[in-house]
């Protein structure tokens, strides 16, 4: 058998702006065919849809995203100047990177490439 991850899908009460804000941070495309029912981005590094339900579980997220930057500093900043709020800045010896969180709250990763 050989699997292959396809989408990170994430839930949330509101699909759409949420696609629109992650489509806009990884420069691809927001594809809505169900009304904002489940909304997918992609054209960019990975693809991921965003999934209306009523009540998303509340805690922090068990499976994240992690990112590459050429930039770290840069693109933090350009993240928390579009909407991203800061968890916290991470190091292990010279590898660094920081979680963030997205408009809903769901917390991902960029480090440094």
């Known amino acids: 058998m050989t699997l292959s991850i396809v989408t990170v899908t994430v839930d949330t009460t509101h699909p759409v702006p949420l696609a629109r804000w992650w ?38 997220n068990r499976v994240h995203v992690d990112l590459m930057a050429d930039d770290l500093d840069t693109e933090v900043e350009r ?8 968890v916290e800045r991470r190091s292990i010896g010279s590898f660094r990177w920081v979680t963030l969180t997205d408009p809903d709250g769901n917390q991902f990763c960029v480090a440094q490439d």
């Not at 990884?26 to 029912?37: H, I, K, M, R, S």
């Not at 993240?79 to 800061?86: E, H, N, Q, V, Y």
């Open 79 to 86: 993240l928390l100047a579009s909407g991203a709020g800061l």
């Open 23 to 60: 489509a806009d941070q990884l420069g691809a495309e927001v594809n809505d065919q169900t009304g904002g029912f489940f909304v997918i981005v992609s054209g960019g590094p990975v693809q991921m849809a965003f999934q209306k339900v009523e009540d998303p579980t509340p805690g922090k």
